[in-house]
T-cell receptor
Framework: QQQVKQSPQSLIVQKGGISIINCAYE??????FPWYQQFPGKGPALLIA?????SEKKEGRFTISFNKSAKQFSLHIMDSQPGDSATYFC??????????????FGRGTQLTVWP | DTGVSQNPRHKITKRGQNVTFRCDPI?????LYWYRQTLGQGPEFLTY????????KSRLLSDRFSAERPKGSFSTLEIQRTEQGDSAMYLC???????????FGSGTRLTVV
């Protein structure tokens, strides 16, 4: 059972455009929602993360929007660049109970930014 | 010590053989995690350690899998009697304290032929 559902599976955006990736979750115990970026042959790298007490977090060109009532969160990449072409994963974890620190990942979005 | 180091980067083995992977976490990080990633999927949790104690194991971690973290430093993941379904990228990550900000290594890609 996929704890975190991610869409779309792939995304093609022109340089300078906005890339939007969406995720949804069911487990209301989740209280930490990171996004990871992964290049081929590399491990995932933490991009940005949010906690459910805020609705938006921005770091440079990357913004997370969080909707607690809908149990959804999304990543927006503004002014997308060819160097942003990578696979993006949303994830969620809970700091309570036996799953302390364990991350549940979405299936990933392959982003391609055309020059 | 600038990151999480995993060795080897690639491993090709014949079905039925045993393999062992090593992970060297960031030195001050007390938590260490193992994940498995197959093509087109997100990483799936296998197990994690706080210092030398193994605190949780996923159901994905069959009896053929064993992980250790002696003295709370590096960790090893051993797979016995490998099967073709074990072919995947094995990722190690470490974190300090709450486990929020993981740092992943580049992984070990296992191919079982």
């Amino acid at each position: 059972q996929q704890q975190v559902k991610q869409s779309p599976q792939s995304l093609i955006v022109q340089k300078g455009g906005i890339s939007i990736i969406n995720c949804a979750y069911e487990n209301t115990a989740f209280d930490y929602f990171p996004w990871y970026q992964q290049f081929p042959g590399k491990g995932p790298a933490l991009l940005i993360a949010i906690r459910p007490d805020v609705s938006e977090k921005k770091e440079g060109r990357f913004t997370i929007s969080f909707n607690k009532s809908a149990k959804q969160f999304s990543l927006h990449i503004m002014d997308s660049q060819p160097g942003d072409s990578a696979t993006y994963f949303c994830a969620a974890s809970s700091y309570r109970g036996s799953t302390l620190g364990r991350l549940y990942f979405g299936r990933g979005t392959q982003l391609t930014v055309w020059p | 010590d600038t990151g999480v180091s995993q060795n080897p980067r690639h491993k090709i083995t014949k079905r039925g053989q045993n393999v062992t992977f090593r992970c060297d976490p960031i030195s001050e990080h007390n938590r260490l995690y193992w994940y498995r990633q197959t093509l087109g999927q997100g990483p799936e949790f296998l197990t994690y350690f706080q210092n030398e104690a193994q605190l949780e194991k996923s159901r994905l971690l069959s009896d053929r899998f064993s992980a250790e973290r002696p003295k709370g430093s590096f960790s090893t993941l051993e797979i016995q009697r490998t099967e073709q379904g074990d072919s995947a990228m094995y990722l190690c990550a470490s974190s300090l304290g709450t486990g929020r900000g993981y740092t992943f290594g580049s992984g070990t890609r296992l191919t079982v032929v």
